[in-house]
């Protein structure tokens, strides 16, 4: 089926850092989402981007977030600066309308 | 604001049993209810989704959820379970206007013993 890949898979950052996450979606989609997922826990939605706008995000998405996708390439989520409580796996989905596919995830430890 | 509730945490069985994997709702208007696995160390896959119609609805791997609008529920169940579906499986709700954002529940982990 339609596969979303994350680059990196993991990453490890000092607190107060910079990090990107790069998405690459199904070629198609219009639709992008980021998630978190402390481990053990459920995943909580981010913010969703249609577009090339933003059109909705949780309480979650903090200033220090931010995503874009430039002329199609990537969907990145960009975190900066990084903080302890951002260490959680980020998992990308993209859709054409409901049904979401979801990448693997990155791994985020912030130190 | 849509609420999901997967009240079992953990459900053990072994192969060739049945299982139902609960998920009750709570909203008010018209919702879309879907059913996602995730295997360890992957991202959620889409299992089904209910909208409107029939409201047993079966996806892949011999998985099928019923919805009941009485109960506020959207069960999942398997008649025969293989060690390969142990997995977390994740309830999840959006209402039919908006931006395509689902409210998921907490997740169940099913553990299948050969």
């Known amino acids: 089926g339609p596969k979303v890949l994350q680059i990196p898979s993991h990453q490890i950052i000092d607190m107060g850092q910079m990090v990107t996450l790069n998405c690459d979606p199904v070629?198609?989609?219009?639709?992008f989402y980021w998630y978190k997922q402390i481990l053990g826990q459920q995943m909580e939605f981010l913010v969703n981007f249609y577009n090339g706008k933003v059109m909705e995000k949780s309480k979650l998405f903090k200033d220090q977030f931010s995503v874009e996708r430039p002329d199609g390439s990537y969907f990145t989520l960009k975190i900066q600066p990084t903080a302890l409580e951002d260490s959680a796996v980020y998992f990308c989905a993209s859709s054409l309308g409901d049904t979401q596919y979801f990448g693997p995830g990155t791994r985020l430890l912030v130190l | 604001t849509q609420t999901v509730s997967q009240s079992d945490a953990h459900v053990t069985v072994f192969e060739g049993d049945s299982v139902e994997l609960r998920c009750n709702y709570s909203y008010g208007g018209s919702i879309y209810l879907s059913w996602y696995i995730q295997h360890h160390g992957h991202g959620l896959q889409f299992l089904l989704k209910?909208?409107?119609?029939?409201?047993v609805v079966q996806g892949v791997n011999g998985f099928e959820a019923e919805f009941s609008k009485s109960d506020s529920s959207f069960h999942l169940r398997k008649a025969s379970v293989h060690w390969s579906d142990s997995a977390v499986y994740f309830c999840a709700v959006r209402n039919s206007g908006g931006n395509y954002k689902p409210t998921f529940g907490k997740g169940t982990s099913l553990v299948v013993h050969p």
């Open positions: 070629s198609n989609h219009l639709y």
């Open positions: 209910y909208y409107s119609g029939n409201p």
